[in-house]
C-alpha cells in the first residue's frame, strides 16, 4: 500500500472511531447512562468496527464493474444521458435565519466547524431530562403577538402558541427581505420612480415592525409574483388564515400592488412535502406563462414544552434508548425562483443560480441505503448536465443520527470516488436539528452561497424517513459577482424589533 493509501486509511479508522465515540460519550452523559460492560464493547469498539466495515464494502462496490467513474475532465458520468421530465428553476434570492447564523453565508460557514445542539436549559422531556434542542438566540415570541392583533384581532390569542409565535418572529425579517427582492425584480424601473403610491407608503401600516424606509414605491403592472407559505402540520386553519393576512399586508407594506400577487399558506409534513412543492414547480405542465416568480417561504419552531412533550410521547425525541430520535429545532427560509424561460428577457447580469436535476427516490434500508441514495445522486448529475469533476461539495440536512451519516458517506464513496465523504460534505441538520418544512428552502439558500464561489453543489435531502431527494445547484450565465449581495451577505437581523 502506498503511503498515500495508507494514511488515508488510518485517518478513515482515526476519523470513524472517533466520531462515533464522541456520539456515544456525549449521549451517555447527557442522558445520564451508566454503560456496562457489554455497552462499552458494543458502542465503543464493535459499532465503529460496523461501520468501517460497511465503508469497506461500499468501497469495493463503488470499484466495481458498476462504479460510477468520469472518463477525463469535463466529461460527464458514465450513465444514460436520460433528458429530464422537469425544468430548471432560477433561484433569484434567498434568505433565511438559523440557530447557525442569519445569512446563508454565514451558516455555510458555520457548517465548517459544526457545533451541536446543546442541552436547553428549562426544556424537559417526559422523565424530567434536560433535551438537546436547536434554538434560535434572541426570539421573543411575545413582540410578534401584538403585530398579529393588529391584523385579525380576535383569533391571535387563541390559535398561536409559543412555538407558533416564535415561528412567526423567524418568519418575519425572512419574508420581508424577499419581499423587497421580488419587488426591485418585478418592477427595477419602479426604485428611481416615486410615483403616486408613495404617499401611500408612508401611511401607518400594520407592520409595526417593518423596515418601511426600505419601501420600494408602489408596483402597478408587476408580473404575478404568487406567495407560498409552509408551516407545521398542525397548525389549524385559523392560524394559517392569520399568517396569509399577515404576509399579504406585509407584502402591500413593501410596495406590491394588491392585484400583482397572491398569497398561500399549507401545512407540511415535514421536509419532504417541501421537496414535493419544489417538483411541482419544476413540472413543465405546472408552469404557467414566463414571467410568473414563486416566492417559497417555510418556517417552523418546536422550541416550546408542548412541542417536546409532542416529540416525547410520539417516541421521536432523542432521548435515554432512543438514539435515533430527532433534535427538536427551528427557523425560517425562503427562495425567490422564476422559470428558467422567464429569464431570457433579463440583463445578462442578472442570471442567478440554476436549480435542476431534481430526483427523488425511497429511502434504502441498512447496507442497501448508501447505495440507494448514491443511484439519485448519479441521476442527478446526469439530469443537471454536470461532471463528477465539477461537484466539490455535497450538502445534506443529516443530523445526529449514525444511520444517516453512514447513508451519505456510502453514496458519497459510491457516486464521488473523489471526494472526501467527511471533509467535502456539510451537514445542516448537524447544527440546526429538525427545521421541518424549512430544511429544505434553508439548503438550496446555502447551497447557492457556496455555488457561487465553489461551481456546483448537490444537495441531499436525508430527513424524510422514507423518501430521499437530490438536485444540483449551480452557477447561472451570469457574472457572478452581481449576485452575491442577493444570495450570500444580504444577513437577517439577530432579532426582529417590535
Request: with cysteine.
Given at each position: ?230 408551516v407545521a402540520h398542525d397548525w389549524p386553519g385559523a392560524a394559517r388564515d392569520v399568517a396569509a393576512a399577515w404576509l399579504m399586508a406585509k407584502a402591500t407594506a413593501v410596495g406590491l400592488a394588491a392585484g400583482s400577487f397572491t398569497v ?172 421541518g418544512p424549512a430544511g429544505p428552502l434553508a439548503l438550496l439558500a446555502v447551497a447557492a452561497s457556496r455555488a457561487i464561489d465553489d461551481g456546483p453543489v448537490l444537495v441531499a435531502s436525508v430527513a424524510d424517513p422514507r423518501r430521499r ?30
Amino acid at each position: 500500500m502506498k503511503a498515500a493509501g495508507a494514511l488515508r486509511a488510518t485517518a478513515w479508522v482515526v476519523g470513524v472511531f472517533a466520531v462515533v465515540w464522541l456520539t456515544t460519550i456525549v449521549a451517555w452523559r447527557a442522558l445520564g447512562s451508566d454503560p456496562t460492560a457489554m455497552h462499552l464493547v458494543g458502542f465503543l469498539l464493535v459499532l465503529p468496527l460496523a461501520v468501517l466495515s460497511g465503508i469497506w464494502l461500499l468501497r469495493r462496490r463503488g470499484r466495481g464493474p458498476q462504479a460510477v467513474a468520469a472518463t477525463g475532465p469535463g466529461v460527464p458520468v458514465d450513465v444514460p444521458a436520460v433528458p429530464s421530465p422537469l425544468s430548471p428553476l432560477r433561484l433569484c434570492a434567498s434568505a433565511l435565519w438559523l440557530r447557525a447564523g442569519s445569512s446563508p453565508a454565514e451558516v455555510a460557514n458555520a457548517l465548517v466547524r459544526p457545533e451541536r445542539p446543546p442541552l436547553h436549559g428549562h426544556l424537559r422531556d417526559q422523565a424530567g431530562l434536560p433535551v438537546f434542542a436547536a434554538a434560535v438566540d434572541g426570539v421573543d415570541p411575545e413582540s410578534m403577538r401584538s403585530v398579529l392583533k393588529a391584523v385579525v384581532a380576535e383569533d391571535a390569542d387563541r390559535c398561536f402558541d409559543e412555538e407558533r409565535l416564535r415561528a412567526m418572529v423567524l418568519l418575519d425579517p425572512v419574508a420581508e427581505d424577499l419581499l423587497f427582492a421580488a419587488a426591485a425584480t418585478l418592477a427595477p424601473a419602479a426604485a428611481n420612480d416615486p410615483g403616486p403610491g408613495a404617499d401611500r407608503m408612508r401611511m401607518q401600516t400594520t407592520m409595526h415592525h417593518s423596515r418601511s424606509s426600505r419601501a420600494a414605491p408602489h408596483v402597478l403592472d408587476a408580473p404575478t409574483l404568487r406567495v407560498r407559505l409552509l408551516v407545521a402540520h398542525d397548525w389549524p386553519g385559523a392560524a394559517r388564515d392569520v399568517a396569509a393576512a399577515w404576509l399579504m399586508a406585509k407584502a402591500t407594506a413593501v410596495g406590491l400592488a394588491a392585484g400583482s400577487f397572491t398569497v398561500e399558506v399549507s401545512s407540511a409534513e415535514g421536509a419532504f412535502d417541501a421537496w414535493t412543492l419544489m417538483a411541482r414547480l419544476m413540472d413543465p405542465q405546472e408552469q404557467a406563462a414566463p414571467g410568473e416568480h414563486h416566492l417559497v417561504l417555510a418556517t417552523h419552531s418546536a422550541i416550546g414544552a408542548g412541542a417536546i412533550a409532542r416529540l416525547d410521547g410520539q417516541r421521536e425525541l432523542l432521548v435515554s434508548g432512543h438514539p435515533e430520535g430527532r433534535i427538536p429545532g427551528e427557523g425560517a427560509a425562503g427562495v425567490l425562483l422564476t422559470e428558467q424561460q422567464a429569464m431570457n428577457h433579463a440583463p445578462v447580469d442578472a442570471m442567478p443560480i440554476q436549480l435542476s436535476g431534481l430526483r427523488q427516490g425511497p429511502a434504502g434500508q441498512g447496507r442497501g441505503a448508501g447505495r440507494l441514495l448514491g443511484e439519485l445522486l448519479v441521476d442527478a448529475m446526469a439530469a443537471a448536465g454536470t461532471t463528477t469533476e465539477a461537484i466539490r461539495l455535497v450538502l445534506t440536512d443529516a443530523d445526529h443520527r449514525p444511520s444517516r451519516a453512514i447513508e451519505v458517506a456510502g453514496a458519497m464513496t459510491a457516486a464521488l470516488p473523489g471526494l472526501d465523504a467527511l471533509e467535502d460534505s456539510f451537514h445542516l441538520g448537524v447544527v440546526c436539528g429538525d427545521l421541518g418544512p424549512a430544511g429544505p428552502l434553508a439548503l438550496l439558500a446555502v447551497a447557492a452561497s457556496r455555488a457561487i464561489d465553489d461551481g456546483p453543489v448537490l444537495v441531499a435531502s436525508v430527513a424524510d424517513p422514507r423518501r430521499r431527494t437530490v438536485l444540483a445547484v449551480s452557477p447561472g450565465p451570469a457574472a457572478v459577482d452581481s449576485i452575491k449581495p442577493l444570495l450570500s451577505d444580504a444577513a437577517v437581523p439577530e432579532t426582529a424589533a417590535a
